[in-house]
């Protein structure tokens, strides 16, 4: 079975900053990985997708991830964030051709000073 | 909008209770998810449908657990004897499956139960 491992729980940082989240998967065969965020008071929004092809995935809101296959990496970046970042922070993955849900990392609470 | 949609958004129950939630998925999406939530986790999944077929159910935690999508539309997952550990969120996912099994589940708001 697949696993997910979010290596920062939670992270504060100032306005015009730069983010980086950090996401590892263990699976040994050909996945599909997401980054979801989730608003306070919001449902679970996705922020971007990897399938296959370019290994740098943009997203909305500015966002972006680069699959690092010989890592098993899926970090998720923005070069300048804003006060609205304010989220927590999923990233998930399932089996390319399986019959399963996702499986999900423990999420980063990210928390932005303005 | 015409997103999912769950219903309750939340439930009080009493410990032995049982308890149904609804999930109405994206009008044109063929398969369906439920996942549970924990205070400080990700979502967890439980189970999923492709139109009216529960292709997987082996990870619903207990037998307590059951859930149904009897036309292909909605769907609707029981907790029976409800247990206070039970308490957490309760969400839906619909995707419409594309090539190569390129599959983008979207989420709705959840119910949110909590056993007393």
């Known amino acids: 079975a697949q696993s997910v491992s979010q290596h920062n729980h939670h992270v504060i940082l100032s306005e015009a900053a730069s983010l980086e989240l950090g996401c590892n998967y263990s699976y040994g065969g050909t996945v599909n990985l997401f980054w979801y965020v989730q608003y306070p008071g919001q449902h679970l929004q996705l922020l971007l997708k990897?399938?296959?092809?370019?290994?740098l995935v943009k997203g909305i809101k500015g966002f972006e991830a680069e699959f690092i296959k010989s890592k098993f990496s899926f970090n998720l970046r923005k070069p300048s964030v804003q006060w609205s970042d304010t989220a927590e922070y999923f990233c998930?993955?399932?089996?390319?051709?399986?019959?399963?849900?996702?499986?999900f990392g423990k999420g980063t609470h990210l928390i932005i000073q303005p | 909008d015409t997103g999912v949609s769950q219903d309750p958004r939340h439930k009080i129950t009493k410990r032995g209770q049982n308890v149904t939630f609804r999930c109405d998925p994206i009008s044109e999406h063929n398969r369906l998810y439920w996942y549970r939530q924990t205070l400080g986790q990700g979502p967890e999944f439980l189970t999923y449908f492709q139109n009216e077929a529960q292709l997987e159910k082996s990870r619903l935690l207990s037998d307590r657990f059951s859930a149904e999508r009897p036309k292909g539309s909605f769907s609707t997952l029981e907790i029976q004897r409800t247990e206070q550990g039970d308490s957490a969120m309760y969400l839906c996912a619909s995707s419409l499956p594309g090539l190569s099994s390129t599959d983008t589940q979207y989420f709705g708001p959840g119910t949110r139960l909590t056993v007393l």
């Open positions: 990897y399938f296959s092809g370019d290994p």
């Open positions: 998930a993955v399932n089996v390319r051709g399986g019959a399963d849900g996702l499986t």
